[in-house]
């Protein structure tokens, strides 16, 4: 099972920090990764983390303002934001891969219920 939390309403600007508690696994042995759908979007890919954390990657439009870090001996995720934009407003959602890491959302099968970041102007 996966739960996200620590969405929120925000100013453009400010920053929000999103967890993920994941239950029933082993996150150290799965790749990570966070992906948000605004209102009629598809779920787009946000940041993963694979390998223990040792490599992760960004969406182009978060790259340098988000950071995905994890906490394997807590089952962790963690999504740092920052410098946040009205375009970052969403529902965020955490999801775990056994086997590897994408970037493609059907490519994770256990997903979290979502939190919400709405970040104002």
């Known amino acids: 099972q996966l739960q996200a939390s620590g969405g929120g309403l925000v100013q453009a600007g400010g920053s929000l920090r999103l967890s993920c508690a994941v239950s029933?696994?082993?996150?150290?042995?799965?790749?990570a990764a966070w992906f948000r759908q605004a209102p009629g979007r598809e779920r787009e890919f946000v940041a993963g983390s694979w390998w223990g954390g040792h490599s992760t990657r960004y969406a182009n439009s978060v790259e340098g303002r988000f950071t995905i870090s994890r906490d394997d001996s807590n089952n962790t995720v963690i999504l740092q934001m920052n410098s946040l934009k009205t375009e970052d407003t969403a529902v965020y959602y955490c999801?775990?891969?056994?086997?590897?890491?994408?970037?493609?959302?059907?490519?994770?099968?256990?997903w979290g219920q979502g939190t919400l970041v709405t970040v104002s102007s």
């Open positions: 029933g696994g082993t996150l150290s042995a799965y790749a």
């Open positions: 999801t775990v891969n056994p086997t590897r890491f994408s970037s493609r959302s059907y490519d994770y099968t256990y």
